[in-house]
């Protein structure tokens, strides 16, 4: 009859609970009687029950646990939410204490709803002026969104070293003489860079030793090396490197200025010739000495002949 009502119900399920079915959902719902009239309505609603997404930014993501001398580029975080934000708090600490007087904020003015999905998009700038310091920083980002859902990267917040000091030769014993009379001269030193060590490098004369790469403590290294009798001068040369590519070359004066003596060419022998020939001032005095002796036999042998005459 006309008084008839045909009705129908049907209840639907969550989603499952898995942080990838949070979003914004619309259910559209179409009814069409025998007559083929037809009614549609739309109710859009959200599922959230995780919190924020945060995602870095490309060349924030490349600096994880990476080691530089300066941090570029674009550095921001971007929190999604299907909901608004009620609080949001971005921190950047350095060797475990947050950074003094930072400007990195997160500015909940930045958020926008975008995208085909409608969640809410806010984006936090690490400001670079914050990394001037050398040390390990960490990006700490935590909000609270309409839902009632809190999210912290705090357990597993992005890290990475800024260094833009050269490492140090703390200290080197055995190379104070630049003649040494021996058949070997042992040689030790103390290296350390106060972020990590890379690799240190180490000539005499003609030969590269083999670079040490591996060290028990990347922030200090106790190293040794000989150097072996010779027919002559030898150079040496140590080239420390540390983690962000900062240099430190024995060669180089505006790198390495110890307050120790380094001597960078030295004679080890013990034949006597070479070790004479090594004193550059007793050898030329000998020569003059040896000149002036001969000049004055000359001369006297010289004169004696005169009076013969």
Not at 26 to 48: F, I, P, Q, R, W
Not at 76 to 81: I, L, P, Q, S
Not at 211 to 226: C, L, M
Not at 251 to 263: A, E, G
Request: net charge negative.
């Amino acid at each position: 009859s006309r008084d008839s009502v045909v009705s129908y119900s049907k209840t639907m399920q969550n989603p499952e609970s898995k942080e990838g079915n949070d979003g914004l959902y619309t259910l559209t719902v179409t009814v069409e009687d025998m007559s083929g009239h037809k009614v549609e309505k739309k109710a859009t609603y959200s599922v959230n029950r995780f919190g924020s997404v945060y995602v870095y930014s490309d060349d924030l993501r490349e600096l994880s646990e990476q080691y530089v001398q300066k941090a570029s580029g674009d550095l921001y975080v971007t929190a999604y939410n299907p909901n608004r934000l009620e609080s949001a708090e971005l921190e950047l600490v350095c060797d475990g204490a947050a950074v003094s007087g930072q400007k990195s904020k997160a500015d909940l003015k930045s958020g926008t709803q975008a995208g085909a999905n409608g969640w809410y998009e806010y984006k936090f700038a690490v400001n670079k002026s914050d990394l001037s310091s050398d040390g390990r920083y960490e990006v700490k980002l935590s909000d609270k969104d309409t839902a009632g859902n809190t999210k912290t990267n705090s357990a597993h917040p992005l890290g990475f070293y800024v260094d833009a000091t050269a490492p140090t030769l703390d200290s080197v014993i055995g190379l104070e003489d630049a003649v040494v009379n021996s058949d070997k001269q042992d040689v030790t030193y103390t290296a350390s860079d106060a972020i990590g060590l890379s690799e240190i490098e180490v000539y005499v004369g003609e030969e590269k030793q083999n670079p040490i790469t591996e060290f028990d403590d990347i922030r200090s290294y106790n190293g040794e090396f000989t150097i072996n009798e010779s027919s002559g001068r030898q150079h040496v040369r140590l080239v420390v490197t540390d983690k962000a590519g900062n240099v430190l070359d024995t060669d180089d004066s505006k790198t390495y200025q110890p307050s120790y003596t380094f001597c960078s060419a030295i004679t080890v022998s013990k034949n006597i010739f070479v070790l004479w020939y090594a004193h550059t001032a007793l050898f030329w005095s000998s020569i003059v000495a040896i000149a002036a002796i001969v000049g004055l036999i000359l001369f006297v042998l010289f004169r004696r002949k005169k009076k013969e005459e």
